[in-house]
């Protein structure tokens, strides 16, 4: 009766008992004496019986999750071998390659996993529409040849593995390895793999990634390609593609070639993740396949390969076109079907392209023709596109025909380009007639004004220009600033001085001006003889940040005050200047060393190009926020990459000072296009000796690293930058810092902002740390920042300010225990 009660009444916490030490268990002697008592068999039996008649959904006991339903028939199926009678002496464990492959497993949450060991179902690996399950269970995969655990002649190391099985899979990172590091003594290369198949077998293919990195570090680790590949194919099943690249690289470094599925799993994994490289990563991998692999991949693969390509927001989309048609290549001579979405998504590629190739697009619709496939409206919308940029008329009528046979209301696109095709022909009574259509069959947008706008000012059409002006704003839309741009532009070539300030000041009160509108209001007073007012707004720009001078606002003003020898200004300007390091125009070289003494010549031929003190601090914090320093290999010298987040409002404003503030460094391909004023999301500075200490201190050996000196760079300005490039503000005011460093460094850094009476706590989050500064904290670290923060991002920024659009990806970095930092109680959660 008592084993009765312990197998039946309290039913054994079967996560505790995986199958290894169940079988352990009974070989225990005690418990066989109990079974072979007279009675026992019986009672057991009737109990099965019982249950056999009368099934009920019973909950699985488990540690982690006691609440999910399993249903009657597999209830006995993983209560009957223990409810049955067991021989004496007990049966051996089976051999592991009787045991049912990996991939025939089924899919099991981690809480439920070794609960559920004994339950064969159909796999579901839940993948995602990218991946194609039918063609991922085709892969063939090596066989991880393991040792029996019968085959051990010792009792005590099969009793030790089967512990080790049990318990690894239940503690995180720090408790896992010093479990480990203890038994160093006995463990070998053949009792790590048999414990790492083991819990991929149980879905603890976290685990199992952990004894294989701690299987490296060992003296007697010998490579195993087959447990490798099995690893890596599981770490890409579950999206962790950093360790899923982690293995794939151990394999390459080895000098072999992967598998066909760690491939396939790692591209897949890459393309289901939205991080800001992956993409790139996965078109190398792809790259590497088919070169160094020489592989075939399967046609889902392709399509999704080349989906995420044509998906891509923003402007650098356009640069994947070589890409893109390297994979319609592959597809061609391996002989797969070409989807129409491929030959559409590749012209819709050739119409964004700079320069147009037009034989391209011609061989490409003649394929689709001859292929059975019919133009769709995106097809020929992206035609019309590339009309638009190569101004072929002839060839957009034909394309505007055929949009409008097919009796489909054509796209406001369509109209744009068309508008554009007229412009650029000369023709802009064609391009208004077309907006007049447009108004017709559907209400114009924001874009549509922009181009009709764009079109009259360049044919300098004030009157209608005027009127459409008028009517676009009295429309309600918004980002009126580009319209008011050309307006400007149209009076300046016009002399037009009292419309451009008119346009000006309506423009201030309709949005919100940037550069371009002062630069272009400035160049209209200089041009005036208006220098009062001109200085004005030089210095309106100047004290702004958000729109700040530039070498062409400098040179303008410069050119006022000399054309009218207005010199102390003048040299007050070009102290400016020298102080920025712009350029000053040749034309006014001339006419600048009649004013300037000699010292004055000799200063400014002597300034050379180093950094400032303030770009130097600036440089700090943006490491500290994640900047990188990337070396040149022709030149042998570092440069910085400024990288910056385009849906980011705080960047958006950041990435423009930033521009200003390095301006001198920046290459010429990197400075602003003039025609709207946008600067790029990342630009590079120039190799420079003076990089030299950044990259030793931050990036030694292309790793991120805290420099041991940091106490004494650590200034409110180096933390300001560092708080507005890489941290954020809570909902409830707290502010974080992200810290992409290891352990060590955090720590360091730590000890260095609380020896400066500021108190923070360090969590970590995957493999990024978070510095919090809470409550009365956080007020403390905006007081000593906040002079060093941009005007502009000061309401976004504030600390103990409610946020208006709180976070919520952050929300859960809990605060509120001791800091990692302090006490090693970093959590293990994985960020791929």
């Not at 008011?484 to 037009?496: A, E, K, P």
């Not at 909902?731 to 992409?740: A, C, F, H, T, W």
């Not at 990806?809 to 809990?814: C, I, K, M, S, T």
Request: glycine share 4%.
């Amino acid at each position: 009766m008592i084993v009765a009660r312990h197998f039946i009444g309290l039913k054994i916490k079967w996560s505790l008992c995986s199958e290894l030490c169940v079988r352990e268990a009974f070989r225990n002697a005690s418990l066989s004496r109990h079974l072979s008592r007279p009675g026992v068999t019986e009672r057991l039996k009737d109990g099965v019986a019982a249950f056999r008649l009368h099934p009920v959904t019973e909950k699985c006991p488990s540690r982690r999750d006691s609440s999910r339903d399993v249903s009657p028939c597999a209830l006995a199926t993983w209560r009957a071998p223990f409810l049955l009678p067991i021989p004496s002496p007990p049966q051996p464990l089976p051999p592991l390659h009787s045991l049912p492959p990996l991939e025939t497993l089924p899919e099991i949450p981690p809480s439920t996993s070794r609960l559920l060991l004994c339950i064969h179902r159909k796999e579901s690996f839940g993948f995602n529409s990218s991946f194609e399950l039918a063609e991922v269970k085709r892969f063939q995969s090596p066989v991880v040849e393991v040792k029996e655990l019968e085959e051990l002649p010792d009792q005590w190391r099969r009793s030790r593995l089967a512990w080790l099985c049990k318990e690894l899979p239940a503690h995180r990172s720090p408790t896992f390895i010093r479990v480990l590091n203890a038994q160093r003594k006995w463990i070998r290369q053949d009792d790590c793999t048999y414990i790492a198949v083991h819990c991929m077998r149980i879905r603890e293919n976290e685990s199992a990634f952990r004894v294989y990195k701690w299987m490296v570090q060992q003296h007697w680790f010998r490579f195993d390609f087959a447990l490798v590949t099995k690893l890596a194919d599981y770490m890409g099943k579950e999206r962790k593609y950093l360790k899923c690249r982690d293995l794939y690289n151990d394999i390459v470094n080895q000098g072999l070639v992967p598998n066909e599925s760690t491939f396939h799993i790692l591209i897949v994994a890459y393309l289901s993740s939205s991080g800001p490289s992956c993409l790139e990563e996965a078109c190398s991998i792809y790259n590497q396949m088919i070169h160094l692999g020489n592989y075939k991949p399967r046609l889902s693969l392709h399509n999704s390969l080349f989906r995420a390509l044509v998906s891509k927001t923003g402007g650098s989309f356009k640069h994947h076109l070589k890409q893109a048609e390297f994979i319609f290549q592959n597809l061609t001579t391996c002989g797969l079907q070409v989807h129409n979405d491929i030959y559409g998504g590749l012209i819709w590629l050739h119409s964004y392209q700079d320069i147009i190739d037009k034989e391209r697009i011609v061989s490409l619709r003649k394929e689709m023709q001859s292929a059975g496939i019919e133009e769709s409206i995106e097809v020929l919308v992206s035609v019309l596109r590339a009309c638009a940029k190569d101004g072929d008329l002839a060839e957009a009528e034909s394309v505007w025909t055929k949009i409008l046979s097919s009796h489909i209301k054509p796209p406001s696109q369509a109209f744009v380009y068309l508008m554009e095709v007229y412009s650029r022909v000369g023709k802009p009574s064609g391009s208004l007639e077309t907006f007049r259509v447009m108004q017709e069959q559907c209400s114009p947008n924001v874009v549509s004004y922009y181009k009709i706008i764009e079109v009259l000012c360049k044919a300098q059409e004030t009157e209608l220009a005027e009127s459409l002006m008028v009517e676009f704003i009295n429309s309600g839309m918004k980002s009126l600033t580009r319209s008011f741009i050309d307006m400007m532009t149209m009076y300046t070539n016009l002399s037009l001085h009292d419309k451009v300030e008119s346009t000006f000041f309506r423009c201030l009160e309709e949005c919100h001006p940037n550069q371009s509108v002062y630069y272009l209001y400035l160049d209209s007073l200089v041009q005036a003889g208006n220098l009062d007012m001109a200085e004005l707004i030089f210095s309106q720009m100047h004290a702004d940040e958000a729109i700040g001078v530039d070498v062409k606002s400098c040179n303008n003003i410069l050119r006022g005050y000399l054309t009218y020898e207005h010199h102390a200004k003048a040299r007050k300007i070009c102290d400016l200047m020298c102080q920025k390091k712009y350029k000053i125009e040749s034309s006014l070289l001339e006419k600048l060393d009649h004013v300037l003494s000699l010292s004055e010549k000799e200063a400014r031929k002597s300034s050379s190009l180093k950094l400032s003190q303030e770009q130097r601090e600036i440089l700090i914090g943006l490491l500290l926020g994640g900047l990188r320093v990337k070396l040149d290999d022709e030149k042998r010298s570092y440069a910085i990459d400024f990288v910056f987040r385009e849906d980011n409002k705080i960047h958006s404003f950041l990435k423009r000072h930033i521009h200003n503030q390095f301006h001198e460094w920046l290459a010429r391909k990197m400075q602003v296009d003039d025609s709207n004023g946008d600067i790029p999301c990342q630009f590079t500075t120039i190799p420079h000796s003076c990089f030299q200490l950044y990259a030793d201190q931050f990036w030694p050996q292309g790793l991120p690293v805290i420099p041991k000196l940091i106490n004494r760079w650590l200034t409110p300005r180096v933390l300001a930058y560092w708080y507005m490039y890489g941290g954020y503000r809570t909902s409830s005011g707290d502010i974080l810092l992200k810290l992409k460093f290891d352990k060590e460094d955090v720590t360091r850094i730590a000890k260095t902002i609380k020896a400066k009476s500021l108190n923070c706590r360090v969590k970590r989050r995957g493999r990024v740390f978070w510095m919090g500064f809470l409550g009365t904290d956080a007020a403390e670290f905006w007081k000593l920042t906040e002079p060093f923060v941009l005007a502009d991002l000061r309401d976004s920024l504030e600390a103990n300010h409610e946020s208006l659009d709180g976070r919520s990806g952050l929300e859960n970095v809990a605060f509120s225990s001791d800091s990692d930092a302090d006490n090693g109680n970093t959590s293990d959660e994985s960020d791929d």
